[in-house]
């Protein structure tokens, strides 16, 4: 990868700046990294059909944050184009391959202090953003990774794992997020069920985070749980009705018999999001 989009993709996907990024090939042949969806491509991942204009406002900050450093750096990146053709062209090419290592490492090096400083521009952009209620933002903020073993989640405040619940629109209970995946009636489609034969049980894989146990001042640990619904159908004499259980789904929880269902995703946090 051409060093100079390797530095761009860690500025987009470092600490919960999650943009899509597509790899493209032009008409010419040559491969260029984009924040939108390749021109014709079927696998694309289709833009939205309306931004709202705090996501259009969104984009049009942090592009100008990406192109101030686009400005400064991606003529000494690209630079270093020939140098790595030669050395690609011919393994043998010891000197060539050594000065682009060379001169890639020193910019690397000199460009490090605008690059951190464009990749927290980034996360400040989208985390005020998020908090101006913007919904999109608030999956690209550090919101976004409420769902993910992210360090910045291990210790924080109750009331901020709640406002970020709340800005994401995840449900929550007494002490935890639903971080990943729906449950209940917001899962399932009663009319589906009905097709089901009697006595089918299927699975839905959940994500909670806990946060629960006292840590240090008003902070409390944040914890990932993972845990799993079953939706039973019965259809005895031909009358349908549907239930659901919970139970705990960590590996952890693996090979010590059938895990407890519990049957209400409350009571299953009761006992599986520590104390």
């Not at 042949?29 to 969806?37: A, I, K, L, Q, Y």
């Not at 900050?61 to 192109?67: C, T």
């Not at 008003?218 to 549907?242: C, D, M, Q, T």
């Amino acid at each position: 990868m051409r060093p100079y989009f390797f530095f761009l993709l860690l500025a987009l996907f470092s600490s919960g700046v999650n943009a899509q990024v597509h790899k493209c090939q032009t008409q010419d042949g040559r491969t260029v990294f984009r924040d939108r969806p390749c021109e014709g491509a079927a696998n694309s991942v289709k833009p939205p059909k309306q931004q709202t204009q705090q996501t259009q406002a969104t984009n049009a900050v942090q592009a100008q944050i990406v192109q101030k450093f686009d400005d400064k750096w991606k003529a000494q990146f690209d630079a270093l184009e020939p140098l790595l053709a030669q050395c690609n062209a011919a393994k043998s090419n010891a000197n060539a391959c050594a000065e682009y290592e060379r001169r890639k490492d020193a910019i690397f090096k000199a460009s490090k202090g605008d690059f951190q400083q464009m990749a927290k521009g980034l996360i400040s952009e989208r985390n005020a953003s998020c908090q101006n209620g913007d919904a999109a933002a608030c999956r690209d903020s550090e919101c976004g990774t409420l769902g993910s073993y992210d360090a910045r989640w291990d210790r924080r405040r109750p009331d901020e794992f709640l406002a970020c619940a709340r800005k994401l629109g995840l449900k929550t209970g007494k002490f935890w997020i639903l971080a990943e995946g729906k449950y209940g009636n917001d899962a399932v489609d009663p009319r589906y069920l009905r097709k089901w034969d009697h006595g089918t049980v299927a699975t839905n894989p959940l994500v909670l985070r806990c946060f629960r146990k006292p840590a240090s001042g008003s902070e409390v640990v944040g914890s990932l749980v993972r845990a799993v619904e079953y939706i039973h159908v019965l259809k005895p004499n031909g009358v349908f009705s549907y239930h659901f259980t919970y139970a705990n789904a960590d590996p952890s929880s693996k090979g010590k018999g059938e895990p407890k269902e519990y049957p209400s995703l409350e009571e299953l946090a009761e006992q599986i999001c520590e104390r």
